[in-house]
């Protein structure tokens, strides 16, 4: 990614993040990254383009920063520990990768373009489907069945998006302590059905 390219997508982001997609204009955009526009149109043929490319940008830089968490352990328990203590890092402000906490990025977006079928819609689906996909990883190293297994990467990826929900809409800055509790109870629940 060329230099100036990198800034506009980062500039882009701090201020999607911050204000939302549409109340963010482009003339915005050019004056936080220092950018002229003819060069922004170089890189980006539409505001939509950009839009993907910040989509881009977070996704990786999340999916990066949330891999590393996990694999700070081996065991199916531990990941899933540590994905709600990072989320209790994210909501806090104790991960300054991933900038000052104001919840999903990939929610808010999606929550913005409504259409299903549209691009930038699909783009968010895709990260939380990356990110169950991390859910499920650490729920197999659990070796319950398979049906098990489904069931509980789908609440624990509930509890997940609930948490960031509850953290940001109501400013409740525990929320995944609590969701941590949570699945504490639900990985006992299955073990003990699974003996």
């Known amino acids: 990614m060329s230099a100036k390219r990198q800034e506009l ?10 204000k939302g997609v549409h109340a963010v204009g482009i003339n915005e955009v050019l004056a936080a990254s220092g950018v002229a526009k003819k060069t922004l149109y170089n890189h980006f043929a539409s505001k939509d383009e950009l839009v993907l490319a910040v989509l881009d940008y977070r996704n990786g830089a999340y999916l990066n920063w949330l891999g590393k968490r996990l694999d700070r352990f081996e065991t199916g328990a531990g990941k899933i520990d540590e994905l709600f203590e990072a989320l209790d890092d ?4 104790r991960e300054q990768e991933l900038h000052a ?7 808010n977006v999606s929550g913005e373009y409504g ?3 549209s691009v930038i819609y699909q783009r968010c689906a895709d990260h939380k489907a990356a990110v169950e996909a991390m859910i499920s990883a650490s729920v197999e190293l ?7 297994s489904l069931e509980l990467t789908e609440a624990l990826s509930v509890l997940k998006d609930g948490a960031i929900s509850k953290a940001r ?3 409740d800055l525990s929320a995944a302590k609590h969701a941590k509790k949570a699945a504490h109870r639900l990985i006992t629940s299955f073990q003990s059905t699974s003996v």
């Open 101 to 107: 906490f104001r919840g999903c990025f990939f929610i």
């Open 169 to 171: 809409v109501q400013g």
């Open 142 to 148: 659990l070796r319950l069945s398979r049906e098990d």
């Open 90 to 93: 994210w909501f806090n402000d």
């Open 115 to 117: 259409d299903p079928d």
């Open 9 to 18: 997508v980062l500039s882009a982001f701090a201020l999607f993040y911050e």
